[in-house]
């Protein structure tokens, strides 16, 4: 009986140094594995590569949407339909780079009544400009209910000469503004009754500017920041927004004092107010762009190797500036609201 007692003791001392040895080696093991991604990650010539599958994808794609434009006095609706699809292509490139390569998630601070009409209705979404990253957070959530190939926004006018992003949405029928509301009053009304037959459901992503700080809305914010359960995210319905341009502006205006009260309980409490939703991240963001790295960058690392085993010094050079150039074209926009392009005006 001791023998066997002893021996059971012994086993199950070696069974829980072996869990422990595994346990160590698998925590080391991912340790490992998060080590050398965040050096991947870092390294140049990777983001290089990351940016030319973008930026020649784009192209593709841009060139694609051209071919569509013979569609549209045929079939309008599936020139729409066809071109969201090659949006999504795009979009979803960066999007995939918030989700998968950042790890950043985006929380929605609302109810499960208001998320459950995600995807099933046209949105105008009013939202915050507060970070250059905003609007890639918007796409995030677009593409996590199913809308980001069809998804909208009102647009600076400028940004149409912009390669990939300007032609993209040229052919998506975006609204582009001048910021001068005589000239912008018609093509806005009409860009928006134009789109009222989109096919599929939409959201119109729309970033007005917050309200400037005064002591009177600075007290108003400040109740409404007081007023626990206010979600960051509400629903309105169209009947509740007043058909009056004035009205209208003054319930916008109010809107933001609310956001902008938010705004403020989260840089002091760390949170916003209300129940929280995370929608779960969907894996084709991750697929499309697997999908465009194999196809474009199989030939481009093939005539790599041939380049470097030449040992040609001038072919060498000539293709990193061809790598380089090629992605610099996704830097190219509107110089709009730069100081020095405002002391040029």
């Known amino acids: 009986m001791l023998n066997q007692g002893a021996v059971m003791i012994f086993t199950g001392v070696c069974g829980a140094l072996v869990v422990m040895a595994v346990a160590y080696y698998a925590y080391w093991t991912v340790l490992l594995i998060m080590g050398v991604l965040a050096w991947l990650k870092s390294q140049f010539i990777l983001q290089l590569l990351i940016g030319f599958v973008f930026v020649v994808s784009g192209l593709i794609i841009n060139f694609t949407q051209l071919l569509t434009c013979v569609l549209w006095p045929v079939d309008k609706q599936l020139y729409r339909r066809i071109n969201t699809r090659l949006s999504y292509s795009l979009w979803s490139q960066l999007v995939m780079l918030l989700e998968w390569w950042s790890g950043t998630d985006c929380t929605l601070y609302t109810d499960q009544a208001t998320v459950d009409k995600f995807g099933t209705e046209h949105v105008i979404i009013i939202l915050n400009h507060n970070f250059e990253v905003d609007f890639l957070c918007g796409w995030t959530m677009c593409e996590r209910y199913g809308v ?20 993209t949405w040229y052919f998506l029928e975006i609204v582009f503004c001048k910021r001068r509301w005589e000239e912008d009053r018609e093509t806005v009304f009409s860009g928006l009754n134009r789109l009222r037959d989109y096919p599929e459901c939409m959201w119109f992503l729309l970033y007005c500017e917050g309200t400037r700080f005064t002591e009177k809305k600075h007290q108003i914010s400040m109740e409404v920041a007081e007023s626990k359960g206010l979600p960051k995210l509400k629903r309105f319905s169209v009947e509740e927004i007043p058909d009056d341009e004035k009205e209208c502006a003054d319930w916008l205006h109010k809107l933001y004092q609310e956001k902008d009260a938010l705004q403020e309980h989260y840089e002091k409490e760390g949170t916003y107010p209300g129940p929280t939703i995370i929608p779960k991240r969907r894996v084709w ?59 040029q005006n």
Do not use: C, Q, R
Request: hydrophobic share 55%; proline share 4%.
């Open 148 to 167: 980001l190939g069809s998804s909208k926004v009102l647009a600076k006018h400028e940004l149409l000469k912009v390669p990939l992003i300007g032609w």
């Open 285 to 343: 963001t991750l697929l499309n762009f697997l999908f465009w790295a194999t196809l474009l960058l199989s030939p481009l690392i093939s005539f790599a190797w041939d380049v470097f085993v030449s040992g040609s010094p001038l072919l060498i050079i000539g293709f990193m500036i061809f790598l380089i150039f090629v992605t610099e074209v996704k830097k190219t926009g509107s110089s709009y609201g730069n100081v020095e392009a405002k002391k």
